[in-house]
Structure formats: structure tokens, C-alpha cells
């Protein structure tokens, strides 16, 4: 719309009485279907039967998760609006949570959040006259390779991040060497590691040695999730992700703000993904510095 | 023709979050929409798109949400309204 000169300024708007006005479960009911004859329902049994089989595939498990849950939990504590900062997640805390959905324990899979998000889309030359520092969408890519998870070749991947994060990195002209930080949509904490996975940051199942040393935390090298993501800010779909980079390369974090207060690289480039279905449908942006 | 640093993200919404009562999901697209728009620099008729973002089946007791409910409650006409998908 934008391109085709329709539109000036698009709006992109979600919200959601998902907690106290019962959305969510409305939703996750009408996911369920004809798999609920094998224990499917909603959709933390689909994720769940992912993150078993590439247990099986390639040798992951909760030891790579809780690497990741905690790591957020630890970005949550800086910001002030998580829902979850003010409760630690140690490792012991991450193996005493009850388990959900084997593999999953309560603490690997995403808040349910009432709230709302937005953000406003516009041309370059017009975003350079505008009140905020500009934040350009260098390059995206998407790959919707099935509809539920029953019908996917490949249960534990390659997901649709594969394609769609080589071709944003394309896109974008850049690589994975050159991006500071990433924002990936995390429903659970396995579809952190199959994201990173699939764009390339490590090989099946190593996962769990990149993430050792709090690779992904305040003071790491690859700083994943800045505001807590969903498992510890709030939910609010693509929409969580999107913003924190946005806000991140704005450097209007406050304590959490990427550069020497929280000992990590000042961003210039942050890789956000959104992610739809059981892994079935994914949206990789590069977003930039203006 | 590379859609490559044509576009930019110029304004971000955020509103109340977590356990939030008594507030329907519309008045959440609502606030995040005008804080997008405030933190923008923009005024509301400048908005001349508007994408509401994944569909889902409406909370018990209220409509289903729609692109043109939020547009019409905004005080807007913009001149392309969509419907993601779920």
C-alpha cells in the first residue's frame, strides 16, 4: 500500500482482553481439532510434539531451555513493565516449575496478556521529518511451508525461519556477523532456540553450548529478548518483538538499554521474528539504525 | 525493485499490561493505536492505513473486533482497512 503510493502512514494494531476477558482460551478452543483425539489441544501439545521429536532429532531439552527462560527473566527484571521482572527464574527455580506439557514446564511457554501494541509504518524520507529517530525495515523475508503441525515434513525443522532469515539477511545486504541483538517471537522457550537455529547462529542441538555463559543476557554477546519477550514481558503476538527492537535502536530502554550500562554492543542492526501456527508460518525483519 | 531501508517504524503504542479488568479488547487496540500516533509526532487523520493485527474469535460478551470498528471509534477514514489472519 505504502509502495503503490495508497497510503502514507499505516497503523499496524493489535489488542486483546486475553487474560481477564478469556480471549485466549476462546482461541486456543477453536485451534483444536481433529488431533485432539491425540492428546493435541490449543496449541501447547502441537509445540510440545515439535520439541519431543527434536529431542529425539537432534538432542536438545530442557538444560537448552532453561538457558533461555531465565536469560529473558533476567532482561525482565530491567523492565520496569514486564510482567514477570520481579520473580528470579535460577535454574533451580526453572526445574522445580510444574511441568505443563511434557517436555514443556509452566515456565517455558509465553504469558497470557490483556493489552495492546502498535506501530506505524511510513517512508524513509517522510520518517527523517518526524518526532522519533527513525528505525528502518532493512530487510524481511517470510516462509509459510505447511498449515498444522500434522501435515509438516519436517517436525523439528527446518522451520520457515530458514528461508525467511537468509532471505532478510539478503535483503538487508547484511549478515548474521553484523546483527547486535534479536528479538524472536517466543510462544515457548523451544521456538527460541529452533529460531536461532534455523537463521544459523549454531548447528542442531548445539544450541545449549552457545547459550552456556548467558551468551543471550545482560553482558552477553548475543543479547535475545531484551524486554523479557513473551515468556516475561507480555504477549502481544509479533507485536513484542517488533517494538523492543524499534525501541532498542531508538535507545529509549532506560535500564535496559543495549550499550555499556548493560555491557553489550551499542545496536546498529536487530533481527525480529514473528511466528504463526505450530512453527508453520514465520516473518524475519532486519531492522536498522536510520 | 528491494523494498531494502524504503520504510521505516516511526511510532510505537504500548498501554496497560498483564492482568488488565474490565477492559475490552477493542479499548486496548484503541490506546495503543493513539499512543502510536502521539509518539509518532502525528495526528490521526495523518493515518491513512490501518492493519489490525491477527484475528481471533471475540471474548465472551463482546463483538468481534474489526478494522473498521477501531477506524470509526478512532474518528478516522483511512483509506485502506485489513483483516490479518489468526
Known sequence: MLDAGICNYVVITYGHSALWGGGMAQMLFQMTRNEAAFGHFGAVGGYALAARRAMHEFGTGPGTWQRIASGQRKWAALNPISVMGKKPLAEEDYFKAPMAADPFRLVDICLVSDGGRAIIVTSAERARDLRQPAVLISGMGQQNPSREIGQARYMAGPTGAKKAGKEALQMADVSLKDVDACQIYDCFSYTVEITLQDYGFFGPGEGGDWLKGGTIEPGGSMPVNTSGGQLSEAYFMGLTPIAEAVMQLRGQCGDRQLGPQTQTKPPEVILASDNGGILQSHACFVLKKG | ?86
Do not use: W
Not at chain 2, 479488568?21 to 509518532?40: C, G, M, Q, V, Y
Open chain 2, 1 to 86: 525493485m528491494s523494498l531494502k531501508d524504503k520504510y521505516a517504524i516511526v511510532g510505537v503504542g504500548y498501554t496497560p499490561q498483564g492482568k488488565v479488568p474490565d477492559r475490552t479488547s477493542l479499548s486496548f487496540h484503541l490506546e495503543a493505536t493513539a499512543n502510536a500516533i502521539k509518539d509518532a509526532g502525528l495526528k490521526k487523520e495523518d493515518i491513512d492505513g490501518l492493519i489490525a493485527y491477527r484475528h481471533f474469535p471475540p471474548c465472551p460478551g463482546e463483538p468481534d473486533v474489526t478494522p473498521q470498528h477501531i477506524a470509526q471509534h478512532l474518528g478516522i477514514e483511512p483509506s485502506y482497512l485489513s483483516q490479518d489472519a489468526n
